[in-house]
């Protein structure tokens, strides 16, 4: 069981540029949900989905978007990335919605 | 609004010590779910304890104990008999449970640096 994976691991990118977070799991979880780790804080959620083709917007939306077209996959987009964006980028799965979340191993961004 | 309040940014024991990460939270809705999760320096989480707010019961797993005091809106977690394998950051985290079956977003507290030395 492979669980939640995260590609890439680290990745650095320029003011402006955009990248898709990818993000699959494996466990048919009905709930899918990416948050950030600011240095030195706690997670903060961006965005979440309850099933394929619904999404809604965490506590920190802005500057990105996401999709679910199918139950494994929740790719998170960022456009025109800023360095305010430095974070490190998880993505979780649970199911029914009432049970303890499967983390995926993290992606750590730097816009430079 | 939720907030969850890890007043302890960090803290160093020695080994074999006893030690308590103290969790505080706000919420305004009479039922909700607690967490504590571990990040060790490898970066992941992991889960360690969910608490619904109908289970005042305090929890113990092996050298792991929990306190849940709805009275003053506290979850803490003790470790007895630290190792230096607990070194990791600790985080206290708050979901609500509005509806049944709905998604469960979690509303973390900053963290607590854990230190063990041998």
């Known amino acids: 069981n492979a669980g939640v994976t995260q590609t890439p691991k680290f990745r650095i990118l320029k003011i402006g540029q955009s990248m898709t977070l990818q993000c699959t799991q494996d466990m048919n979880h009905n709930y899918m949900y990416w948050y950030r780790q600011d240095p030195g804080m706690g997670l903060k959620l961006i965005y979440y989905s309850v099933g394929a083709g619904i999404t809604d917007k965490g506590e920190v939306p802005n500057g990105y978007n996401v999709s679910r077209s199918t139950t494994e996959d929740f790719p998170l987009r960022l456009e025109l990335a800023a360095p305010s964006q430095t974070s490190v980028y998880f993505c979780?799965?649970?199911?029914?919605?009432?049970?303890?979340?499967?983390f995926g191993s993290g992606t750590r961004l730097t816009v430079v | 609004a939720q907030k969850v309040t890890q007043a302890q940014t960090e803290i160093s024991v020695v080994e074999k010590e006893d030690v308590t990460l103290d969790c505080v939270y706000e919420?305004?809705?009479?039922?909700?779910?607690l967490f504590w999760y571990k990040q060790p320096p490898s970066g992941e989480l992991v889960f360690l304890i969910r608490r619904n707010s109908f289970d005042e019961q305090n929890e113990i797993s092996g050298r792991y104990s929990w306190n849940f005091q709805k009275s003053t809106s506290s979850f803490n977690f003790t470790i007895t008999a630290s190792q230096v394998v607990d070194s990791a950051v600790y985080f206290c985290a708050l979901s609500e449970a509005k509806e049944v079956g709905g998604a469960q977003k979690l509303v973390f507290g900053q963290g607590t640096r854990l230190t063990i030395n041998p």
């Open positions: 979780a799965s649970s199911y029914i919605g009432r049970y303890g979340y499967t």
């Open positions: 919420t305004r809705d009479t039922t909700y779910y």
